[in-house]
């Protein structure tokens, strides 16, 4: 839904929990027993009455099942062309969904996945958590690194362990153990 504050709690969208609004996008995910009615009477419900702009189905089990439609005002539903990737434009996020192979929570498969405008994937929170922790920890590994050649340098140059302290802002104990 867009103009709607994220909700962690909330586990699927309630029309009458929302004020009577319907979604503005939906992704169905498909099964052998539920995919007629999700390509049937419920494809023609978020079309006919929800007037929902996207509409997605993927069967996880199935290669190459994903599929989608955008609303016309005047022609209903009408299929959405996939991109190279196979991706499909969602005009609603102004992102891509497809496929993406890796693992999500130990579990290695095929997911459903968003891409922005340029195809970059968009991250999980988990996965944007990890990136910034990743970098920086490569900063804190170049800083150190930095360090280590500077208290290097400065002790070919003849200070004395003492000097190299105060000019780095470091204790004399920490320069002797990067000296070693």
């Known amino acids: 839904m867009l103009d709607v504050p994220p909700d962690p709690s909330r586990l699927g969208w309630v029309s009458w929990e929302e004020n009577g609004r319907y979604p503005d996008m939906i992704v169905e995910l498909l099964s052998d027993t539920i995919e007629v009615a999700d390509l049937g009477s419920k494809k023609d419900l ?14 996880p089990y199935k290669a190459n099942s994903l599929q989608g439609w955008r609303l016309d005002n005047y022609k209903g539903y009408q299929p959405i062309e996939e991109n190279p990737s196979g991706w499909l434009w969602c005009e609603t996020l102004k992102l891509w969904l497809g496929t993406w192979q890796g693992v999500i929570e130990d579990d290695d498969g095929i997911w459903l996945r968003f891409y922005d405008e340029a195809g970059n994937l968009v991250l999980l929170p988990e996965e944007a ?3 910034r922790a990743d970098a920086e920890q490569q900063r804190a590994d170049a800083e150190r690194q930095a360090r280590l050649n500077a208290v290097c340098q400065l002790l070919q140059m003849g200070l004395s362990v003492e000097q190299v302290a105060q ?8 320069v002797q153990q990067m000296s070693n």
């Open 167 to 174: 000019t780095l802002s470091l204790s004399v104990e920490e």
């Open 129 to 131: 958590e990890q990136q």
């Open 46 to 59: 978020y079309e006919k009455v929800f007037k929902t702009k996207d509409y997605f189905v993927f069967h």
